[in-house]
T-cell receptor, first 117, second 113 residues
């Protein structure tokens, strides 16, 4: 499977600011996704990051709040904008397909633990 | 829509006990099924998967069998270790539209020595 890294691994931010999270894969992948895991909860898909075009957002998530970029087949960013304490979560990227291996299996990065004060 | 229901936790067992974590699903057709594990402070790791009915996924002593008649994918291990303490997530991959993962709520497992 692919090696997936995320930066930063954790951060503490002030209300009203924005944070950009990076996801880097060591091989080209077909699909990249961003998930949110609120404290003690399961994972919820935020959006699918599409290479060279706008991301596809799930119900309840909007581009103005969570802008996403995917400039190539190995890299994506998620920005959490105008943060509030409710945005405190673990944010995870995942990848599927291409050189990452099986086309029906997602592999996850280590996550970014965000705390908003 | 598609959904996954997991056994409520937390689950606490003694070392070498038998483990079962129940998972049932609701979906159109026959989705692929997965178990992921999240160790403390880490991301998700794929534990095992099954892609069609009666398939058995296995890894690290864990097993789960895809049962279409009961729409279940229960996770089992014959003898747990302290190092198995983690949160376990059952998930399915949807077949309709965008093929995304739908997760259960997670089951926290603690193994005592």
């Amino acid at each position: 499977s692919a090696v997936i890294s995320q930066k930063p691994s954790r951060d503490i931010c002030q209300r009203g600011t924005s944070l950009t999270i990076q996801c880097q894969v060591d091989s080209q992948v077909t699909m990249m996704f961003w998930y949110r895991q609120q404290p003690g909860q399961s994972l919820t898909l935020i959006a699918t990051a599409n290479q060279g075009s706008e991301a596809t957002y799930e119900s309840g998530f909007v581009i103005d709040k969570f802008p996403i970029s995917r400039p190539n087949l190995t890299f994506s960013t998620l920005t959490v904008s105008n943060m509030s304490p409710e945005d405190s979560s673990i944010y995870l990227c995942s990848v599927e397909g291409g050189l990452a291996g099986s086309t029906d299996t997602q592999y996850f990065g280590p996550g970014t633990r965000l705390t908003v004060l | 829509g598609d959904s996954v229901t997991q056994m409520e936790g937390p689950v606490t067992l003694s070392e070498e006990a038998f483990l079962t974590i129940n998972c049932t699903y609701t979906a159109t057709g026959y989705p692929s099924l997965f178990w992921y594990v999240q160790y403390p402070g880490e991301g998700l790791q794929l534990l095992l998967k099954a892609t069609k009915a009666d398939d058995k996924g296995s890894n690290k002593g864990f097993e789960a069998t895809y049962r279409k008649e009961t729409t279940s994918f229960h996770l089992e291990k014959g003898s747990v270790q302290v190092s198995d303490s983690a949160v376990y997530f059952c998930a399915l991959k949807t077949l309709q539209g965008a093929q995304k993962l739908v997760f259960g709520q997670g089951t926290r497992l603690t193994i005592n020595p």
